[in-house]
């Protein structure tokens, strides 16, 4: 199965996402097609291509399993407060994907 990015990122930043993605399938069951779709829709306006080595290192210094979460549930989710009576006494909605496709 050809992978397509739609975005543009050196060779192991996109290594980096095909873990990502392999994360998201083991974590919610979803098929790996959707994974890189929802990196994708998460990821698509980022431009890497020009990024220092530095910069990635921000990218990197997440787990995958990190940027699975916060792909799949939404950047503003608070994903790690899993339990419904935090996330109820916090004022917070229940935690939900974000909507696919």
């Known amino acids: 199965m050809e992978i397509i990015w739609e975005f543009t990122a050196p060779g192991p930043l996109l290594g980096y996402c095909k873990l990502i993605a392999a994360e998201m399938v083991k974590e ?13 829709a998460s990821w698509a306006e980022m431009e890497f291509s020009n990024v220092s080595p530095d910069d990635l ?11 699975a979460k916060r792909i799949y549930y939404g950047e503003d989710s608070f994903w790690w407060i899993r339990s419904e009576t935090e996330r109820d006494r916090l004022g917070l909605l229940p935690l939900q994907p974000v909507r696919w496709p």
Do not use: D, K, M, Q
């Not at 069951?29 to 994708?40: H, L, S, T």
């Not at 290192?57 to 940027?67: A, D, T, V």
């Open 28 to 40: 919610f069951a979803i098929p790996y097609e959707e994974a890189v779709g929802r990196i994708n």
């Open 57 to 67: 290192n921000l990218i990197y210094h997440e787990l995958p399993s990190h940027w």
